[in-house]
């Protein structure tokens, strides 16, 4: 398996350095061809441990005398998110083959930028490195490496406003990565070793002082209170972008590795569990009072990120008071959401595409006049919003219920998950407002002037439509 995962990681960035120089006209079929490579591989894996008896697996690949300077580890956490970001990758790179176009009224393409696929491709190995690193190094790393991408990507159509989007996204991070440098530093000090598994043996406050600087970097990462404010920002990108870094990797890097070093450090200091769920409310009540004076549709998505990451950072925070199954609900709720919030994304995308604008005043009969679209826009809303039988509805199920089982010994959390769940329902009264009021109804001007979307494009929204229905039940089942 070891093979086919540093393929899976190698391969983007040699694929993403191959298309600056191969002919023009070769890049998006090239970029495809890679991005479904590094799908595959993900496939393989997960095919190979499920068949394995899903027994945790190490391997070394960079040592330095006694030290692991680098290494893999395959269990349910990292097979599992693995193929989420890879599966979702490789379908935003189909998308952008038809978005990127002279076709798009929001912004014509008059030919293929190799740095974007460039960028994309370098993008999906980071993120397999990110979530198959056994090493807090590696960890630090493959973190780095995400936020430069992203720099990139949200830069991409060099006017002010996206260079200043860019260079915020890129010094927030920056600023929490310090926390994962002093925490990889501490630990190495403190252990000799930068294996996380290593974790185990150290003290409690060595492990306070670990986990102060990860939920740091991870805060920074996806977008919460204090480090929240580049997200928004962050939607001039291209959607095909949004959706990748905004639902299925950059922002997924905090929960990740704040869900990565929970698993290998055994017992964790109540004051984290505090911290994080603390934390994770006050960014979910935030969030959801911005939705409120949005009308640019992405940026009412980037809150509803803001909002679903805190409830990632609830359910992991939540299980360290000892509730197994809010961890299982933080990681399912990872991968769900991955492609909830992508076809959610794409949908946008694929209404500015059409339209020639995301605002939501603008674009009403949506599902009248572009049923494909509108129906999308439907199946992500019930998917986002945690309606069964979408893939969301598990895994925040999971979440609460997770929740309940640890206030049996911590009655304080059962206020936080009372609230959580409140605030679930305003979002879904909210989300569905917004819905019956772009999608219903007689079509506007410019829904009615729309153009036909590309093939490409509504590939990829029916079968994220179809992964919504499914992946929930496979999820839950399969971390169980």
């Known amino acids: 398996m070891s093979a086919w995962i540093l393929a899976g990681i190698l391969v983007p960035f040699l694929g993403g350095l191959l298309v600056l120089v191969i002919p023009r006209w070769w890049v998006k079929t090239a970029s495809q061809f890679v991005a479904l490579f590094s799908a595959g591989c993900s496939v393989y894996v997960f095919i190979a441990f499920t068949a394995a008896g899903k027994q945790v697996q190490f391997f070394d690949v960079m040592r330095l005398g006694n030290v692991t300077l680098f290494g893999l580890v395959v269990d349910r956490l990292s097979v599992l998110i693995g193929m989420a970001v890879s599966v979702v990758g490789f379908l935003i790179v189909v998308y952008s083959t038809g978005y990127l176009s002279a076709q798009n009224r929001e912004h014509a393409e008059k030919k293929i930028e190799r740095r974007y696929y460039s960028f994309l491709l370098l993008f999906i190995g980071s993120m397999a490195g990110v979530v198959y690193a056994s090493t807090m190094l590696g960890l630090l790393v493959f973190f780095e490496l995400t936020g430069v991408c992203s720099w990139g990507l949200i830069g991409y159509y060099d006017n002010e406003k996206a260079r200043r989007a860019a260079l915020k996204a890129i010094i927030t991070t920056q600023v929490a990565s310090l926390g994962l440098y002093a925490a990889t530093a501490y630990f190495f000090a ?211 219920a997770g929740g309940f089982e640890a206030a049996q010994e911590h009655p304080l959390l059962l206020v936080l998950v009372i609230i959580a769940m409140v605030e679930s329902i305003g979002s879904f009264a909210w989300i569905f407002w917004t819905f019956s009021a772009t999608g219903l109804g007689t079509p506007s001007e410019e829904v009615a002037a729309a153009t036909p979307l590309s093939p490409a494009m509504e590939y990829v929204l029916i079968t994220l439509a179809v992964l919504t229905l499914l992946s929930g039940v496979f999820a839950s089942a399969w971390i169980a």
């Open 190 to 400: 403190e252990s000799g070793s930068l294996r996380l598994v290593d974790m185990v043996g150290l003290t409690e406050t060595a492990k306070t002082v670990i986990f102060i600087g990860v939920l740091i970097a991870g805060f920074g990462k996806s977008a919460q209170l204090p480090f929240h404010f580049w997200l928004p920002d962050a939607m001039v990108a291209p959607t095909p972008i949004s959706a990748y870094l905004h639902a299925a990797s950059m922002v997924k890097v905090g929960v990740y590795i704040f869900a990565r070093c929970l698993s290998s450090a055994g017992s964790v200091p109540q004051v984290i569990g505090v911290v994080g769920s603390v934390m994770a409310l006050l960014t979910m009540l935030y969030g959801f009072a911005m939705y409120f004076p949005q009308k640019d549709f992405k940026k009412l998505l980037a809150y509803s990120t803001i909002t679903q990451l805190a409830y990632i950072f609830l359910a992991l925070s939540i299980s360290v008071f000892g509730s197994q199954v809010a961890f299982n609900g933080g990681v399912t709720h990872i991968f769900n959401h991955a492609f909830a919030k992508s076809l959610f994304f794409l949908v946008a995308g694929a209404l500015s595409y059409t339209t020639g604008t995301r605002l939501l005043p603008s674009l009403r009969g949506v599902i009248v006049r572009m049923p494909v679209i509108g129906t999308s826009f439907a199946v992500a809303a019930l998917a986002v919003t945690g309606v069964p039988p979408f893939n969301c509805f598990f895994s925040k199920f999971s979440i609460f």
